[in-house]
Structures are given as C-alpha cells and as structure tokens.
C-alpha cells in the first residue's frame, strides 16, 4: 500500500521503522508496504555508519538488520526493478515514448542516453 499524500509520517498501514545507532534512533518514512517489501525514505538526521533497522507491525517488532548510512550514493535502477541485470537506460528519442537500450536495440554513435537511478 503506498502512502496516500503529503506530509509522510512516520506509520504507514501499521508498519514503522526506526533506524539506531548507539543512543541515537530515528524513525525512517514507510512510502510503500506489502507482505513482501517495505520501502522507506531514510531520514536525513539518520547517524552514518553502521545502524541497525528494526521494523514494527501493529506492535511487533522485527529482530535489528544492520545497514550502513552514507552522506550520498548514486545507484543505477535496473531493468528488473530487483537491483541486479542490466541497468534501466533508455535511447534518447525527441517524440514518443524512449526505447530500452539492449544487445538488439543499441544507441546510436552521439546519441543521447537516459540512466535511470536514485539517490543523491
């Protein structure tokens, strides 16, 4: 389920995630949640370095899972959406919807190409 408007807070269909480091905790801002996936947007007072990410479902909460917060780090989308294969890169065309680069579908010497990514 996807966040409905703005402002974020900080629950989202019951499920919130804190992120700690030491004394400091956190709370992250769920945008999306399903039974498989909670994607959140890390806070931008989140400590750096290792942190522990813990998630709570209507009152219970997930054991820690470590991660690393970093000032900024650029990742290319991939076609998958899954985070591995080949990145999310599009031909530039000036009209129309921008077709996929691919082993049968590649750019054209000059032309423009549009890198799919997140992050700062």
């Known amino acids: 389920m996807p966040a409905p408007s703005y402002p974020l807070g900080t629950t989202l269909s019951g499920v919130s995630v ?27 007072n989140a400590p750096l370095g290792r942190v522990s990410v813990l998630v709570t479902y209507n009152g219970a909460t997930s054991n820690p899972s470590p991660a690393n917060v ?3 780090s650029f990742g290319i989308i991939t076609v998958n959406g899954a985070g591995f294969g080949p990145g999310s890169i599009q031909n530039f065309v000036a009209t129309g919807v921008p077709p996929t680069n691919s082993p049968q579908l590649t750019a054209t010497p000059g032309q423009a190409e549009i890198l799919w990514g997140r992050g700062p």
């Open 18 to 44: 804190t992120v700690t480091q030491q004394s400091i905790t956190v709370n992250a801002y769920p945008v999306c949640v399903g039974a498989g996936q909670i994607n959140a947007i890390m806070p931008s």
């Open 70 to 72: 970093v000032s900024s």
